[in-house]
């Protein structure tokens, strides 16, 4: 286990180019592997996870060839996987072993999903359900993986997701683009549509009528020539809530990917205090893509109640959000995050042990936290748990603790970010 020294630093400024986002990278790794011709990803995912995806895909008959800067040419199997020999290993990756399982379950043969540590404890019934009322024979080991898919001619069916899981909800419409019939799906919260943007991407026909969308089945993939992946906000979340903690930071992000399913973090960042330029935005594909400049407002940091449905839009970026809750003045309050318990790693539980280890007061909940402004923290050694998005966000805490800070299995950002520690240095001079 590698750990980091994070030192308090004095300002952050610069500009960035962050790598391609990771759930995109997913869906768009996944469907040119599926689709017939050959697609050129731009500015792919560096993180662990998304090269998981593309290893399935490779093992599933895809050509997968890796250039240089995060280009990646995907020469997908035109419809028909073969079943590998080996199990699909998905690494520490939920999003590859959710929807993969959604885009196999018709294709004829045994596939066998198997992950980390992490991943294999992790639940698995919410993607068995719906794949099994389609006719999936899916078995699983007492709830999560090792999972077993007998592919098999599935048919559509009509669901209404009971947990906000944008996982969930592409399983499903990647199972019902190949299945005999229309699926339909409702949310009753939304959750973030970069699935429905990638599925329309690579040709498919998918409409929505109010909160239900429906997918034809019995649809073939086409590739196109060149698709470009946005950055990642979710990976830029972390200097954005560093830009808040100094009075004259000024961060600049180019080709951010800001579709308004993921970008609620912007509104929190200016109700706490922060200010944001956005200096352009184009669209590739149905995704949003800009170049921001974010600022501190004078005055403290306000403060931020997080519930209901703004919970899970926020869901990956709450534990950076929780860690700067200290150095604001009104405090910042979470609830209604219960699936922060069940990622990579149980994200409240490691969250407040981390807090608490920096001298921090709070209150933990099931299903959130409540945090008061106007503390003081100091550095401690931090306990990512092996998941990288508590690595980061208790480096993004240490930037203001009152002396170093030691991250403990700091090397887990790579999941998600590789170059996370190399960039927060140019951003912070000390
Ligand atoms: C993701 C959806 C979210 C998120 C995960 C990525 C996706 O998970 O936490 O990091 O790419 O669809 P859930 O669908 O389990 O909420």
């Given at each position: 286990m590698s750990t980091q020294i994070v030192r308090p630093a004095r300002t952050l400024q610069g500009s960035l180019t962050l790598p391609g986002d990771k759930s995109i990278s997913h869906r768009y790794g996944m469907l040119a592997g599926i689709a017939a011709g050959t697609t050129r990803l731009v500015n792919?995912?560096?993180?662990?996870d998304p090269h998981s995806t593309l290893g399935c895909m490779e093992a599933l008959g895809a050509i997968v060839e890796k250039g240089e800067r995060g280009t990646v040419t995907v020469t997908g199997t035109g419809g028909v996987f073969t079943a590998p020999s080996a199990p699909l290993d998905c690494g520490n990756s939920g999003s590859t072993m959710r929807m993969l399982s959604g885009l196999i379950a018709p294709h004829a043969g045994t596939y066998t999903l198997i992950g980390d540590e992490s991943l294999?404890?992790?639940?698995m019934e919410r993607i068995r359900k719906p794949l099994s009322m389609m006719g999936a024979e899916m078995h699983l080991t007492e709830g999560h993986a090792p999972i077993t898919i007998h592919g098999r001619p599935l048919k559509a069916i009509d669901f209404d997701t009971p947990i906000p899981s944008a996982q969930v909800k592409t399983a499903v419409l990647f199972a019902g683009f190949q299945a005999d019939g229309t699926t339909t799906l409702s949310e009753a919260i939304r959750t973030r549509d970069h699935s429905e943007h990638a599925l329309k991407a690579f040709g498919a026909t998918l409409t929505r009528t109010g909160d239900r969308l429906a997918i034809p089945g019995g649809q073939r993939l086409t590739a196109i020539p060149e698709l470009v992946v946005p950055g990642d906000l979710s990976s830029a979340a972390f200097f954005l809530c560093a830009a808040?903690?100094?009075?004259d930071s000024n961060l600049v992000l180019d080709?951010?990917?800001?579709?308004p399913t993921r970008s609620a973090l912007l509104d929190v960042i200016v109700a706490l205090g922060g200010k944001i330029k956005v200096l352009n935005v184009e669209e590739h594909n149905g995704e949003m893509i800009g170049t921001i400049q974010v600022n501190r407002a004078p005055g403290g940091l306000k403060s931020v109640d997080i519930t209901g449905a703004l919970s899970a839009q926020l869901i990956d970026e709450l534990p950076v959000i929780a860690a700067i809750?200290?150095?604001?003045?009104?405090g910042i309050r979470i609830r209604d995050a219960k699936e922060l318990r069940i990622k990579e790693s149980d994200r409240i539980a490691l969250v407040a042990k981390n807090l608490k280890a920096m001298g921090a007061q709070f209150t933990e909940f099931e299903d959130g936290l409540d945090i008061p402004g106007n503390q003081t923290l100091h550095g401690a050694t931090i306990d990512?748990?092996?998941?990288h998005r508590i690595a980061m966000a208790f480096s993004i805490a240490a930037l203001r603790a009152t002396s170093d800070t030691e991250i403990d299995g700091a090397e887990a950002a790579a999941v998600s970010f590789p170059e996370f520690f190399a960039q927060l240095e140019t951003l912070c001079p000390r």
């Open positions: 792919f995912s560096t993180g662990a294999t404890p992790r639940p808040l903690l100094f009075e080709s951010l990917g800001m579709n809750a200290p150095y604001t003045t009104g990512s748990g092996l998941d």
